[in-house]
């Protein structure tokens, strides 16, 4: 049975993703102030790498890691829950950008809605 990183289309289509998305979320008033002094080409890095361990569900630690690289923000721009669905919307315009089936993007999505407590360190 295909992972869900194969079904997404691999390494390429995903770093394509990551691309978009964060092009999408700069765009989004709701959250693009967060990203006004950080790199986005090295949070674009970071954020495939995290995306393709979660998608070959060979994530352990990641509750850790997503709590621990979200801890500034959470602090410094009241990050919360309106962020984290902002996040999530762009997220899935930009899978739906590059035409992943809808049951790979609800997988995806679910994945990553499993995450907003430790992202917003509850």
Not at 42 to 50: D, S
Not at 73 to 91: P, R, T, W
Request: net charge neutral.
């Amino acid at each position: 049975m295909p992972t869900l990183f194969d079904r997404l289309g691999g390494e390429e289509v995903i770093s394509k993703i990551i691309r978009d998305f964060y092009a999408i979320m700069l765009e989004d008033s709701r959250i693009n102030y967060i990203f006004k002094s950080v790199d986005i080409e090295a949070l674009q890095r970071k954020q495939a790498w995290f995306f393709t361990s979660l998608t070959l569900e060979k994530n352990k630690g990641t509750h850790d890691y997503m709590r621990r690289a979200h801890k500034n923000l959470v602090q410094q721009h009241g990050l919360n829950s309106i962020h984290f669905d902002a996040a999530i919307e762009c997220l899935k315009k930009a899978m739906q950008a590059n035409k992943i089936d809808p049951q790979s993007i609800s997988d995806t999505l679910a994945h990553a809605q499993a995450l907003e407590n430790f992202v917003l360190d509850r």
